[in-house]
Every structure is written in structure tokens, then in C-alpha cells.
């Protein structure tokens, strides 16, 4: 027992610059929770190295050059001046005790806040609104332990812009983040006034982001898990804060975790509609329990079952596009059989490139195009009609955002998995359409109007008939200008597109399951070999 006493007494008498392995850091709300980011680790940190979105570590050494951004790439540099991963050291001493995280996370933030004035900064992304949102909690964190002048007059500048309603994002995430940030600081240095314009405003970008059914109106489902957790988090700030929850929040909160089940698929990935890829796995949601269901911020979703066999569909209309939407109205999506079928582009970066901005256009969707007419963006489309009979679902979709109708129709049939798209355009046009299916089925058979395409065992078949006759002539590409699917970020991946001739109306089958899927007509109907058996249906769907 003297042996350890003497080391225990020089510790002290250092004054604590070493801890003991059981020295006790008090845990805080504001430096633990979800809002740490996975990577880099504290222990990464510490060595001058850094790496978000997957892409390569970047070292920036012991004195940190905050114009840093060597894969220029946007999202990189916002969430370098976030400042997330500097409280992500403060949170590991916390765990730890260990003085040498604390320092490390003052000198980076100190030399922020040094190098990085409102008038002058850095780099553009320093005072950009989302990562002052971002950044904010992280310098709150670091105020629970760490009591200087300079860090005060910092939060309460971020303070300041954050309650500018002039730079503030009305509806949309990053609006949640702000406010977040600003009731953070008006609850750590006591100043009602900031907390009570956070809520307020909360109030009214929740209904603006979060319609009536829980649907998300951003226009990407994927974001709705994001703002799930991001409003638990303000829930439980405003708790933590003293502060009621205001139930509108609370019930808008409850609801989108519905949408979010609707928007996922059976394989348990949400459907890559939008600034979306499909790599986004929801969990902890309980299942609701229609099958079908139709959101009108413009999304139809419909299933066979909740679970993993069953088949599954999308289909977009709604409001002209805004916020992380794509022009993909009238689009498809279908899944049968226990796979992926009839797929969307997805979603690439958010860099100022080519292929981001195609990603974005009608012709990296499943949609018709009006041949000979001009697009018109951020045209909204209306579903007019809908149907649900035994075993099956029908809808009908149409704008003008070709300048003349332009009308959809589509039958999912069930049990005998089939869907049968109608196609047609107003004023004397013709319409031609674009199927892109998943990346690993490749063409097996193209003659007569029917492509057929497989991965060795299982085929699909996409047939497509002018009345009750086969159209043929259709343009198949692997990659080349339409061929591509982005289903993680910054991936790009060669897929099967199919682009048909042009028609005054076109009708497409597809049919999963089957290279022989014999059509025949008559009586105004069509009748279809499926798999497991002959689908018969109206020629005009409706």
C-alpha cells in the first residue's frame, strides 16, 4: 500500500495533467448521443488524421489549415467545419478522463474560432448555415468542461446568426439542425429568448417538412430517418432544457415513422427515390399495417405482405420538385420475387458535375417523355384515379409537363406477379419511355418487341404492344448515355436501359419470373402468361 501511494500523490500533485484509468469525467447530454459521428475516431483525431464519407484519410497535422479540402468535394469541407469531430475527443474524455483529449479539442476549436472570423473565414464552408448548425452543439459540448471568454463570445455569435430568420432553411432539415443548435446555446448560457425562438420556429418547419399522413415533403425518403432521429433529438434537448414539447412536433414525429416503412422495400432498404441511394437500411419501426398506401405529398406505395418475399412497387406524382426531389414524376419502381426489378438512378454526390445533374433529369428515371416537346421543370403531376380490386391495384397519373397531357396508367397484379404500364400524350404527340432495371440482370433475349433479361437463373420479361400488336425496335444499353445506376455515393454502375420506340400509346408489360410470356388480345382485354398462371386485364387499365 505505501508502494502506491507515492505514485498516487505525484499524480495529484501534478494537478491532474495524468489520470488514473478511474479518474471520473461527469458524462454530459450535451457531449454524448447520436450526433457523434462514426468516423474519424478520437483515437485518429489525436494522430492529425481525418476521413468522412468513406473517402481516404486526410492528415492535417498538429496545426490545422482550415482551407483544407483536397477531393474538393462539397459535402467534405461543410462537414470539416462542423467541428463534429472535435467533439467527439471531448466526449472520449469524458469516457476516459485522459486531459490530453480535452486539450487536444480546445487547441482545435480555439484555433477555429482564431482562423475562421465571420468576415474573412477560411474557407466558404465555415460560416455556410448548415455547418454553423452542425457546429454548434460540438462548441457546447466543449463549453461543459471547458470555461473561457473566448469560447462564450463564440457560441453567442453563433447564436446570433442562427436566429437570423434571413439564413434560415424554413421546411427543411437542415432548419431542424438550426434550430437545434440555437436552443442548445439558449439553454447553456440561459437566454430564453433564443429558446423560445428555436421552438417557435421548430413549430412551423415541422408542419412544413412533415405533411398531415407523416410524410416527409423533401422529396427523398431516405431523409425522413434523418429527421426522425434529429427531432428525437430536439425533443430530448427540450426536455433536457426544461421546456415543454409542443405536441404538434411529437404527433408529426410518430407518423413519419410509417412513411418511412412504406418507403422501404422487403430486402429492408428504402426505395432510392430522389437524393437517395439504395443503401439506407431503417430500423426499430414497427410495420404498419395497410399494405397499400397512398401519401399525397405524391408517393403510392404497395406490397403483397411485410415480408421479405413479397413483391413491391412506388410510383411518384405530387408537387413540382424542390428541396433533394428529382424530376421522376410518373415514375416506377417494381420488386417481385424476392429482388430488384425495375429500379431508379439513384443518387450520386451532391457535387456540380454532369452525371449529378443527369442523375436529376427525367431520362434517369422510369418515366414517359413527350417526343418533340420541350420539359418544363417542377411540374406537378396528379393522380386521378385509383382502383383496388381483389389481387390487384390501379392508378392513373397525368400532367403537363410537356406542355400536353402526358397520362400514365399502371395495373400491379398479385399472385401472379405482373405490371402493365399505359402510356399516352395529348395533342397529337407521341410518347416514348424508359425501363432501367437492376444492375445485375443482364440482356438475355431481345427480338419482336420482348426483352428478356436474367442473372443466370432468374428471368424478367418486358414486352410491349401498340394495341394488341408487338412494338419492336427498342434501343438496349449497358452503360453508354442511359445505363446507369448510382446506388451508393459516388458509385456509378452499369445497368440495363431500355428505351422504346415512339408511340401515340404504348403499353409495357413486365413480367417476372418467366422467358415466355405469351400476350394475347381480345374483348378490349389482354391476357398475359405469367409464371404461376394467365393475368387478364383491360388494354386501357381503367
Known amino acids: 500500500m505505501r508502494r502506491l501511494a507515492l505514485p498516487l500523490a505525484l499524480l495529484l500533485a501534478l494537478g491532474g495533467l495524468i489520470h488514473p484509468a478511474s479518474a471520473a469525467v461527469k458524462r454530459t447530454p450535451e457531449c454524448q448521443g447520436d450526433w457523434l459521428p462514426a468516423t474519424p475516431t478520437a483515437a485518429e483525431v489525436m494522430k492529425g488524421e481525418i476521413s468522412f464519407l468513406d473517402l481516404p484519410p486526410v492528415k492535417i497535422g498538429q496545426d490545422v489549415n482550415w482551407r483544407t479540402n ?3 468535394n462539397r459535402s467534405w469541407g461543410m462537414v470539416f467545419h462542423s467541428l463534429r469531430w472535435m467533439g467527439r475527443l471531448v466526449a472520449e474524455y469524458e469516457g476516459n478522463g485522459e486531459e490530453r483529449y480535452l486539450a487536444r479539442a480546445t487547441e482545435i476549436a480555439k484555433d477555429w474560432v482564431k482562423d ?7 474557407s466558404p464552408y465555415a460560416w455556410a448555415e448548415h455547418p454553423i448548425a452542425l457546429r454548434a452543439p460540438a462548441l457546447v459540448c466543449l463549453s461543459k468542461h471547458v470555461k473561457a471568454s473566448w469560447l462564450k463570445d463564440s457560441l453567442a455569435e453563433h447564436a446570433r446568426v442562427l436566429a437570423d430568420d434571413r439564413l434560415y ?9 438550426q434550430d437545434i443548435a440555437l436552443l442548445g446555446i439558449g439553454c447553456r448560457l440561459g437566454d430564453r429568448r433564443w429558446q423560445d425562438h428555436a421552438i417557435k420556429r421548430l413549430t412551423k418547419t415541422v408542419r412544413l417538412d412533415i405533411d398531415s399522413q407523416g410524410a416527409l415533403m423533401e422529396q427523398a425518403p431516405r431523409y425522413a430517418i434523418y429527421v426522425h432521429d434529429r427531432l428525437k433529438v430536439a425533443m430530448d434537448n427540450l426536455k433536457d432544457c426544461g421546456r415543454k414539447v409542443p405536441g404538434e412536433i411529437s404527433t408529426r414525429w410518430g407518423r413519419l415513422g410509417g412513411f418511412i416503412m412504406h418507403s422501404t422495400r422487403p430486402n429492408g432498404y428504402m426505395v432510392p427515390i430522389g437524393d437517395g441511394g439504395a443503401d439506407h437500411e431503417p430500423t426499430g419501426f414497427p410495420n404498419p399495417s395497410d399494405k397499400v ?19 413491391f412497387y412506388s410510383i411518384r406524382f405530387g408537387p413540382g420538385t424542390k428541396y433533394h426531389g428529382h424530376e421522376d414524376h410518373l415514375g416506377v419502381t417494381y420488386y417481385a420475387q424476392g429482388r430488384d426489378l425495375l429500379v431508379d438512378t439513384g443518387f450520386h454526390s451532391y457535387e456540380s458535375t454532369r452525371y449529378r445533374y443527369w442523375t436529376m433529369s427525367p431520362e434517369a428515371h422510369n418515366v414517359p417523355t ?18 383496388y380490386d381483389k389481387g390487384r391495384q390501379r392508378y392513373r397519373l397525368t400532367d403537363k409537363a410537356y406542355g400536353v397531357s402526358r397520362t400514365r396508367s399502371v395495373l400491379v397484379n398479385h399472385d401472379q406477379d405482373v405490371m402493365a404500364v399505359l402510356d399516352t400524350a395529348g395533342g397529337g404527340k ?28 432468374f428471368k424478367v420479361s418486358l ?80
Open 169 to 177: 432553411e424554413w421546411g427543411h432539415n437542415h432548419g431542424i439542425d
Open 430 to 457: 407521341k410518347v416514348r419511355n424508359i425501363w432501367r432495371f437492376d444492375p445485375t440482370l443482364k440482356v438475355v433475349s431481345n427480338s419482336g418487341g420482348k426483352i428478356v433479361l436474367g442473372d443466370g437463373k
Open 70 to 72: 483536397p477531393y474538393n
Open 116 to 122: 475562421n472570423p465571420r468576415r474573412g473565414a477560411a
Open 370 to 387: 413527350v417526343v418533340g416537346a420541350r420539359f418544363r421543370p417542377r411540374t406537378a403531376t396528379r393522380l386521378e384515379r385509383t382502383a
Open 463 to 542: 414486352v410491349q404492344l401498340k394495341g394488341c400488336s408487338p412494338v419492336g425496335g427498342q434501343k438496349v444499353e449497358r452503360g453508354g448515355e442511359l445505363g446507369w445506376v448510382s446506388p451508393t455515393y459516388m458509385s456509378k454502375n452499369p445497368a440495363v436501359a431500355v428505351v422504346s420506340p415512339a408511340e401515340r400509346s404504348l403499353l409495357t408489360v413486365i413480367v417476372p419470373g418467366t422467358d415466355q410470356p405469351k400476350v394475347s388480345c381480345g374483348g378490349g382485354k389482354v391476357t398475359v402468361q405469367a409464371a404461376d398462371g394467365p393475368v387478364t386485364f383491360k388494354a386501357s387499365i381503367f
Open 293 to 311: 398506401k397512398v401519401f399525397k405529398a405524391g408517393y403510392v406505395y404497395g406490397r403483397t405482405a411485410w415480408k421479405p418475399e413479397a413483391a
